[in-house]
Structures are given as C-alpha cells and as structure tokens.
C-alpha cells in the first residue's frame, strides 16, 4: 500500500479510469458537505481544503493503455468534488468555451481511449445515467437525482460569479484541495481498509460490507461487473434457454466470441450474469450440460467444445481462454477473446 498527498488535478491526470464497485452506496447529496467544498474553493477557506481519503486498488491497464483502478472507498468525496467541477465548467461554457474543454478532458474523458474506458468516473449505476449526461452536456434523466440537486445548489450559487472568479474556482478546487490517497496494489486485500473508513450502523455501509466479502476475493471482478457493459464487456445470463429448457443460448455465446475476435482488442465475456449486472450464476446450469458429472469441468468442457465448431476459422482454441470465477456465492464463467 502505499499513501501519499494528491489534489483532483493529480489524481485524475493521464489515461485513467476509477470505478465505484456495487458495494460503494450511491450519491447522497447532502447540503452541508456540498457547503463545505464550496466554501473552501470560493471563500479560499484553507481550514476545508483537506478533503479526505480516497483508496483505489490498482487493475492493471487496459491493452489501450488506460489504467484502471477499482474505487475502494471516497465515492462520495469525489462525487462532490466533481459534480462542483461540472457547474463550474458549464458556467464558464459561456465565456471561455476553450476553459470548460480543458475542464472536461482533464477530470472527466478519456479523449483519445477506446469507448469502454472514455469516461475516467464510472459512479455507481444508480447515479450513472445524470452523471454522464452532465458530463456529456445532455439533459439528465432523472431531476430527482441527488447529483442533479447537488449540481443545480453549485449552479445556483455561481450564477453571478464573474470570468475571473470562475477560473480562480477551478485553479483553487483543481491544486489546492487535497486527498489523501492510498493505492492499494492487487494482491492487497481492502476489507480491513473499507471496513475501518466505513461508518458504523449505517444501513448502506451494513449492506456494503455484506456485498463485499461475497466479492472481495476477486477485485477485477467486481470492476468488470461494475463498470457495465460495454464495446469489448459483455454479459449474458445464461447459457441455458428458460422456455424450452435447452442449450440454445450458446448461440449467443458463440455470436459474442466471434464479434470480439473480429475486433482490433478482443473482449471478455461473462456468462452467469444479467444485464443489470445482478450475477445469477451458472451452476443450476450443471445438470443440463451434464447429468452425470454436474460440475464446472464439464461446463467449461461443453463451452470449449461448442466455440471449436461453430467458430469459422483454424484453431479456434487458441483465440479464447476460459476461466472459473466466483462472485456473491455463484460461479461466474469468464471467457476472455
């Protein structure tokens, strides 16, 4: 582990991606806190310049080069922070359309990455379609949304803010707020950090704990689920056609794996779980494969079996790898392309 000072300038700087797992609660916006960093980037309050820890785990990088990190703990931290930076961006669109650019491709998108890895925030999935649409200038799909309110407070707030006093607010909220922040590598396990930082009695961080532990042995995991499907992320739920109780769904299976190796970067598939996410698992799907053995040798087997045939092309096997993976007490079947 290791600790170190940044300020949101430094943390977000480069091809970078941070994602809020399932366990992360979503964004609560609470006046007081908003106040705060409001205070400490307008009024230059430097008692409230401190915001806080952030703790990431470290994934790797993506084979665009995009580093990607798993969002332990300081969701609600950076939201804040964020969401302030979008109403100071938008307030400046109409005077200096070349600052808010600056702003939005330093703290938001990654502009020159592949689509799966444009946006350096993936928040957690209830707050995700406002964020984004904030992000991306759109008008937000949900006005009840807690980022909304919080960013309709800060855009209430700047609205008589002058040019100069809106490029002073992003300079002071850019390198002048501080996090602490401790970057965990892969082979760390975060629970005791997570669960320390967690505030005690509160019904989210009682149902993120819980949601934890059934993850917490498979980091890259819980990130792939969490950041969603995307170009080179799928899902499928089953392999297992409920109305007529057969195999049928391999189709699909096979279609997925053959779209990522037409693809210039591969993908990864994961089969167990739904297109919201929620991982349903493949073990019920056992017997179906095979009555006799009932196990996930002869699933990965059947699977192995069924893209060598139907994928068009010499070798098959040597374009895909197939793995056992473990999450909320299901199996989960990767595929990766």
Known sequence: MRASETSPENFFSGNCQFVSPSFQRPYSWIRGACARVFDAVVRNDASLAYQGSIVSMDLGKSPHGCSKSLLIDGTQRLMTVLILLLALRDALKAVNKDSASKITENFFINSKSHEAHHFKN???KKNR???ESL???ESAPSPACPVLRAYKYYEEKLQEASEASLQRYVARLA?????IHLALDRDEDPYPIFKLLSTPGEPFTNKGLSEYTRFASDPELMALIAGGES???EFKESV???DRQDLSGTSAVTRSVAGFMNSFAGGTLLI??????TVRGIEHEYAIVDKGKKNWDSFSLYISNILRTRLSTHNAFLFFAIEPRTAMNHDVCIIYV
């Open 175 to 179: 390198r002048e707020l501080t996090f």
């Open 122 to 124: 993936i928040v957690p």
């Open 272 to 277: 167990g779980v739904r297109d919201d996410g």
């Open 135 to 137: 992000v991306n200038e």
């Open 231 to 233: 170009q080179d992320v």
């Open 129 to 131: 379609p406002t964020f």
């Open 240 to 242: 297992v056609n409920r």
